[in-house]
Nanobody, 126 residues
Framework: QVQLVESGGGLVQTGDSLRLSCTAA?????????MAWFRQAPGKDREFLAT????????YYAPSVKGRFTISRDNTRNTVYLQMSSLQPEDTAVYYC??????????????????WGKGTLVTVSS
């Protein structure tokens, strides 16, 4: 079992930056597993944003956020981050941290996920 707790959400203005954090609690070795961020805007489906490999820290981004968002991790703190810049009102959503049961695998969407955090709300005002 893996518990994921996100933090760092809040109300920001257009053009601001924000960093989200997600800390994992479990008995497994954090660095053995990829981590990912998703978001769900009001009235829309959940959207994959970014993923980071556990060991070699390779990253992959959705085209909608590539160049604005950066995913990173600190394996000593069992924590993954999402640095967001140039935020726009359309970035308003609940942001979720997620991971899988498959070691050293790739995450590309919902179907790759077994564990979700409860989410943190990001609101971008115009």
């Amino acid at each position: 079992q893996v518990q994921l707790v996100e933090s760092g959400g809040g109300l920001v203005q257009t053009g601001d930056s924000l960093r989200l954090s997600c800390t994992a609690a479990s008995r497994r070795t954090f660095s053995d597993y990829p981590m990912a961020w998703f978001r769900q805007a009001p009235g829309k489906d959940r959207e994959f944003l970014a993923t980071i490999h556990g060991i070699h820290w390779g990253t992959y981004y959705a085209p909608s956020v590539k160049g604005r968002f950066t995913i990173s991790r600190d394996n000593t703190r069992n924590t993954v981050y999402l640095q967001m810049s140039s935020l726009q009102p359309e970035d308003t959503a609940v942001y979720y941290c997620a991971t899988t049961v498959r070691q050293h695998s790739d995450i590309r969407g919902d179907s790759d996920i077994e564990y979700w955090g409860k989410g943190t709300l990001v609101t971008v005002s115009s």
